[in-house]
């Protein structure tokens, strides 16, 4: 039986700092280019600021995680025994969902008994 479950999600959800406490979400960061730049929504880059730059006709574009990225986030719960469900970027936008569903099918299979599944949530952002 596993000690808990786990939701993670990744930075295209938008979710505020508050309600990824309240919530009690894990979230993978997205790299982000804006115009050549590159940020951690976030950490890096406000997102007001993010979208502001957007109004004012900058380009920008997200960065898929690899499968080392996904691993490395989902894996830390798996093995101190908990089920993780990660609700990824949509894979009509991004190629996100499939390295993580792959990173998820490879550490239900290194570690067996545990649920780890990902999920397309077919969306852009929260």
């Given amino acids: ?15 505020t700092p508050e309600l990824v406490s309240e919530l009690d979400v894990s979230v993978i960061s997205l ?16 997102i007001k600021d993010f979208y502001n730059q957007l109004r004012e ?18 894996e830390p719960f798996v093995a101190a025994g908990n089920d993780v469900l990660y609700m990824a970027f949509s894979s009509g936008l991004s190629s996100t969902y499939n390295t993580g569903k792959i990173a998820c099918e490879e550490l239900a299979e290194k570690y067996p008994g545990r649920k780890v599944m990902a999920v397309d949530t077919l969306a852009a952002s929260l």
């Fill in 57 to 74: 006709g900058k380009t920008a574009t997200t960065s898929a995680i690899n499968l080392e990225q996904a691993t490395e986030a989902l």
């Fill in 1 to 15: 039986m596993a000690k808990s479950f786990i939701l993670v999600t990744d930075s295209s959800a938008d979710l």
């Fill in 31 to 46: 790299t982000v280019s804006v115009d050549g730049g590159e940020y951690i929504p976030g950490d890096q880059l406000d």
